[in-house]
Nanobody, 123 residues
Framework: QVQLVESGGGAVQTGGSLRLSCEAS????????MDWFRQAPGKERERVAA????????YYADSVKGRFTISQDNAKNTLYLQMNNLKPEDTAMYYC????????????????WGQGTQVTVSS
């Protein structure tokens, strides 16, 4: 059974940094696309970053460009999200997600979600 387990969330002050991790296990075919989404209370879930696991190409939402970096360690089956210069508007539940979509651009089906890790940024 495929599992995605996030860790690394917490509470920081504005300008601080956190690194989220997502360990994948239980699959026989590696996800093609791996994503980080977030959802704040009362708001829709949004994709903040994605990576094509085949070549490492990455996508970022405009709101996090220059501050967040998505990366992968294939040997550890782990996805990361380095978040720097955090702002109160980054406060949300962050979810790791995996997809076997052929292409990691535009809209594509998510095949597995993690349970989420909370990030809280205070001013």
């Amino acid at each position: 059974q495929v599992q995605l387990v996030e860790s690394g969330g917490g509470a920081v002050q504005t300008g601080g940094s956190l690194r989220l991790s997502c360990e994948a296990s239980g699959y026989t075919s590696r996800f093609v696309c791996m994503d980080w989404f977030r959802q704040a209370p009362g708001k829709e879930r949004e994709r903040v970053a994605a990576i094509d696991t085949r070549d490492g190409s990455a996508y970022y939402a405009d709101s996090v460009k220059g501050r967040f970096t998505i990366s992968q360690d294939n040997a550890k089956n782990t996805l990361y999200l380095q978040m720097n210069n955090l702002k109160p508007e980054d406060t949300a539940m962050y979810y790791c997600a995996g997809s076997w979509s052929r292409y990691c651009s535009g809209r594509y089906e998510i095949n597995k979600w993690g349970q989420g890790t909370q990030v809280t940024v205070s001013s």
